[in-house]
């Protein structure tokens, strides 16, 4: 794959000019390595959880079953969901190099990357004779309840609605209207919000993101730069690791759906982990069931690091509270 030395556009062989840039092609003109290696395959077993037992300064901290499980595709899915996180950026950093290939590349970047996450997802469903869910329906069910990047995307084409409205109020020297400048009988901004969330998420790789392309034509140049310079990569490529990841909340979800018992926290067990913590400063609480109350903690949610915190401050750090971090995945 060949693109523009300026904006990094795809070019082809006989092309004189940029078709968005303008830049003048002269001789030979840059390839660009675009072919990253895929994320390798690998073959999960299903996976079984076991009781694990810790000391915990002198009593006994029990992880249950179900827990266990959960906490191994945590971190599977973790290590995965990383490759393929890493994978995103490195294309998104050969490929976006302004306001038009963010618009045009990220959303490919994103579901090309997301794919093998959701796909280990599915394997490990059918592993466990659950064969009722298809790719489809996981991958459109994840991206519903989990969408940071796309949030991030999102704001931008948002953006570049108020944008575009404000030029074409403007050109129009009226406010009360704004012509329509999609066709299909829909307003640019009805046309291009419900484009982006059904079309170009759910169908880019039927070349639906040209639509937004053509939309982006509409807003000036300078305008374009502003857009794009609002843009965050490192908080961008963190909610994209966020997303990754978090297919193994929408998988676990699923296996308690149909039938399975996998721990999971509840908004109310939430809510009590946190105010039994509240209460455990108070001086008035029962420092003889400081311990017991830490463990109870911890069955309720061992991914709390302000657990840990509060017992290292009370009763100092040891090797026992560490290999509990490190088995829930927290490293010093």
């Given at each position: 794959m060949k693109h523009c030395t300026n904006c990094g556009n795809q070019i082809y062989q006989g092309m004189k000019f940029c078709t968005r840039c303008g830049n003048a092609i002269v001789g030979d003109f840059e390839e660009v390595d675009t072919q990253i290696p895929p994320i390798e395959e690998e073959f999960w077993e299903p996976v079984r959880g076991e009781v694990k037992k810790f000391s915990f300064y002198g009593k006994v901290f029990e992880v249950s079953e179900n827990l266990d499980i959960f906490n191994s595709y945590r971190l599977k899915f973790r290590e995965l969901a990383q490759k393929c996180a890493n994978r995103a950026e490195t294309e998104y950093k050969i490929l976006v190099k302004d306001y038009r290939s963010f618009i045009e590349f990220f959303p490919e970047i994103y579901n090309g990357n997301l794919t093998p996450v959701i796909q280990k997802a599915v394997d490990m469903l059918i592993s466990e004779e659950i064969w009722t869910i298809t790719f489809e329906s996981f991958f459109e069910q994840h991206i519903t309840d989990f969408h940071l990047a796309r949030d991030d995307y999102d704001v931008i084409i948002e953006s570049t609605n108020l944008t575009a409205q404000a030029n074409q109020q403007a050109i129009a020297g009226i406010t009360s209207?704004?012509?329509?400048?999609?066709?299909?009988g829909f307003g640019f901004k009805n046309a291009l919000k419900g484009m982006v969330k059904a079309e170009i998420f759910n169908a880019v790789r039927d070349g639906l993101e040209n639509k937004a392309l053509e939309a982006a034509a509409n807003?000036?140049?300078e305008q374009q730069a502003e857009l794009y310079g609002r843009i965050k990569p490192e908080i961008l490529f963190s909610h994209i690791l966020a997303d990754y990841w978090n297919v193994y909340l929408s998988l676990v979800w699923t296996l308690n759906q149909n039938g399975h018992n996998i721990w999971w926290q509840t908004e109310d067990t939430d809510q009590k982990a946190k105010n039994i913590f509240k209460n455990l400063s108070n001086p008035n609480f029962p420092q003889d069931k400081v311990l017991d109350t830490l463990i109870t903690l911890l069955e309720l949610n061992p991914y709390n690091l302000e657990y840990y915190k509060f017992a290292t401050?009370?009763?100092?750090?040891?090797?026992?509270?560490?290999?509990?971090?490190?088995?829930?995945?927290?490293?010093?």
């Open positions: 209207f704004v012509p329509n400048m999609v066709g299909g807003i000036r140049p401050s009370r009763f100092g750090q040891s090797e026992e509270i560490t290999k509990i971090k490190e088995f829930f995945g927290y490293v010093d």
